[in-house]
């Protein structure tokens, strides 16, 4: 076998090895970062510094229907679905004309991520007829039908950092 040859073949195992030593990991967001620098350059002058992280939601479980005494269909017919993930951060770092003198010359504003929760709407229902009755031979009575929506929910805890400094 020619050197080359066992060189490549060497450099493939050593990158199998490494990715099956290594376990996955779920990212909780994907980075993102807005190019000016071929700006900066074209226009010679400090551009703004702008970059985030944009969240993966995650659904769970939901909370299925339960069945309650006295009605035909089961309460939350369409249950609600929890999703949890993070809102996005931004980062914001701009150059400033020396407005308030030379030690501030520079502007940064950021949004760490927080934690969010939600659940999606659901509805509860209820047929148009009441349960057998046995006094009737086991016949339902008609009744006026049921609907209830299950109001979403979100709960969230944003915040925001501004500042001014020298520099970057």
């Not at 006295?70 to 400033?96: E, Y």
């Not at 003198?101 to 991520?113: E, I, Q, R, V």
């Amino acid at each position: 076998m020619k050197s080359t040859t066992r060189g490549t073949l060497a450099a493939v195992v050593t990158c199998v090895a490494a990715a099956v030593a290594t376990p996955a990991v779920a990212a909780d967001g994907v980075p993102v970062a807005v190019p000016l620098e071929g700006v900066e350059n074209s226009l010679n002058m400090e551009m703004p510094r702008i970059g985030g992280t944009v969240p993966l939601l995650m659904p769970g479980s939901p909370d299925g229907p339960r069945y309650v005494e006295g009605r035909l269909l089961p309460d939350r017919a369409v249950p609600q679905l929890p999703v949890s993930g993070q809102l996005p951060s931004l980062d914001l770092r701009t150059p400033l004309p020396r407005v308030l003198g030379d030690t501030f010359d520079h502007l940064a504003a950021s949004t760490p991520t927080s934690d969010l929760r939600a659940l999606t709407p659901g509805a509860s229902l209820d047929a148009p007829l009441s349960a057998p009755r046995p006094d009737k031979l086991g016949l339902p009575d008609p009744k006026l039908p049921e609907v209830g929506i299950l109001a979403p929910i979100l709960q969230a805890a944003p915040g925001a950092n501004l500042g001014l400094a020298p520099g970057l």
